[in-house]
């Protein structure tokens, strides 16, 4: 079943689920904000790293397909985006899925075709000002490429700019995004160092001659298929012969697909996803460590809290602990921190 959203229904239903801030006690001055409940479970990031530069970074689960409704509109910002797991179709009624990246700029048409399909959904999103690439282009004595300046000026049939594979060079970026072990200044420093290999190994795409793909659409499709099987499963993972056979590949294009195409092995993957999944449960302050624990496939709490800790450098209980946090108004602080977030900052 698909439902129908305009994005105004949206914002309002976002507006609704965030009447107080939720603060993450790893990276306070992160802007975090629940996913209404109304369409699915999860919660968006936003990382405001200097002026013109943002991640986004959106995690959430949608028990249905979502069709979203939209006007023509023009979007003054470029968005570099990262689908990392779910699946749809964009405004030209194109297929998107897991694995595939693409540029967002300059015109938006009026459509009825955008759709996010049911499942877990976890994209990073990369928000430059056009004035702020174009400045860090033009120092280093080169100009915009053609299709990029186009969209920024809003010649509509360059909305959408040449979708691709996110290459192993860009899984191992996003995930250093992801997994960011720094704090402060230290960690905005390492995150814009990030987000500059992103957009120049996408802007390489926009230039490069097309390249035979080290995979064919078959097994892409398979190694996906894959994916979800184990997401699916996280609690009694199969085998990796059992997952090849399942999905209908041997064992060595598995293992090779998840490399290239997510950057990790197949356990590594699955391992963390598991992780991400109890932090999320254990930000939501509705569990105890038991029970995310076992819904992320540990039957043994002391496994599940050494793995946690190997991961985050902070034991469950503690990170626990620390939730609380500020509770005011969402609003009100997600406006202090973006005007704020040029003042100096003190590890």
């Not at 040449?162 to 704090?183: D, G, N, W």
């Not at 659409?217 to 894959?226: G, M």
Request: aromatic content about 10%; overall charge neutral; proline content about 5%.
């Amino acid at each position: 079943m698909t439902i129908n959203f305009t994005f105004y229904d949206f914002w309002d239903l976002r507006k609704a689920a965030n009447q107080k801030s939720l603060i993450d006690p790893t990276h306070p001055q992160d802007y975090l904000c629940r996913y209404p409940k109304e369409m699915g479970e999860g919660y968006y990031r936003w990382i405001r790293l200097r002026e013109g530069i943002t991640i986004e970074i959106l995690e959430t689960y949608l028990p249905q397909s979502i069709r979203w409704i939209t006007h023509a509109h023009h979007q003054d910002s470029l968005e570099f985006g990262f689908i990392l797991a779910g699946s749809g179709q964009d405004y030209d009624e194109q297929p998107t899925k897991s694995g595939e990246d693409y540029i967002f700029g300059g015109v938006y048409p009026q459509s009825n075709h955008n759709v996010n399909g049911a499942g877990n959904l976890r994209w990073v999103s990369l928000i430059i000002e056009p004035e702020t690439l174009r400045a860090l282009i033009e120092s280093y004595g080169e100009q915009l490429p053609q299709d990029l300046e186009k969209a920024i000026i809003g010649v509509p049939e360059h909305f959408n700019l040449r979708p691709s594979l996110i290459t192993p060079a860009k899984q191992v970026a996003l995930q250093q995004i992801l997994h960011c072990p720094y704090q402060g200044l230290t960690r905005k420093m390492y995150l814009e160092s990030k987000v500059l290999e992103l957009v120049s190994l996408k802007l390489a795409d926009q230039v490069a001659a097309p390249t035979k793909k080290l995979l064919g659409l078959q097994e892409i499709d398979r190694i996906h298929h894959a994916r979800d099987i184990l997401l699916r499963n996280i609690g009694n993972p199969p085998s990796l012969i059992e997952l090849a056979r399942q999905v209908g590949i041997n064992e060595y294009t598995l293992k090779r697909g998840f490399r290239q195409i997510f950057g990790t092995t197949v356990f590594g993957y699955l391992h963390d996803y598991r992780m991400e999944q109890a932090r999320q449960l254990l930000l939501s302050g509705q569990m105890k460590i038991e029970q995310v624990a076992q819904i992320v496939g540990y039957a043994n709490r002391s496994r599940f809290a050494s793995a946690f800790r190997k991961k985050y450098g902070i034991n469950p209980k503690a990170y626990q602990k620390l939730l609380p946090g500020y509770t005011g108004d969402w609003h009100g602080v997600a406006q202090s921190q973006w005007q704020n977030s040029h003042q100096p900052e003190h590890q």
